[in-house]
């Protein structure tokens, strides 16, 4: 799925699909077709949270067990490497996302110097060691890896894109 990520994994590709890509790309939008229906019900919520670049090396993911409920993102962060950039990116996300232990809803408002795009995801989740698989059921059908923290409380999903890592950071409500 081209520059976006899901439960949470949509946010994290959203915003570093390429080094070329930066806050002034165009964004693709990801509403489902004109006479679709919305992938999931999950409202947007939590705060908008600032993306900053961290000029440091991204954490190194230890993986665990994302308790089912629903979470909003309080984090988001990409790490640039040592003495890269660092500051506000100038991009903001509102996000929230629930999962049942197996199947998850996401949905997102991510805004940049070109304007607010809103994401919806829905499909099925699986783990292992410090990989969390998605596939979506909506509003295509695409597969994605990450890498992720988990605790009974938040989440962290990691994605490298070039020699930067985004981290989105998610809590539990």
Known sequence: MPRSLCFVIALVSACSSDDKAGPDAPLPDARPPDGASECNALAVSGPVISLDNVASAAPTPQG??????????????????????????????????????????????????????????????????????????????????????????????????GQRTTALTFTKQ
């Open 64 to 161: 665990g067990t994302a308790s089912p409920g629903t979470y909003v993102l309080t984090s988001a962060k990409t790490y640039t490497g040592t003495g890269g950039a660092s500051g506000p990116s100038g991009s903001s996300y509102r996000a929230a996302t629930s999962n049942d232990g197996t199947h998850f809803q996401y949905t997102e408002e991510l805004t940049t110097a070109s304007g607010t795009r809103p994401t919806q995801l829905a499909g099925t989740f699986s783990t292992s060691g410090t990989t969390f698989t998605r596939t979506n059921t909506c509003p295509d059908q695409t597969a994605a890896t990450l890498h992720f923290d988990a605790t009974a409380t938040e989440f962290t999903f990691y994605e490298q894109t």
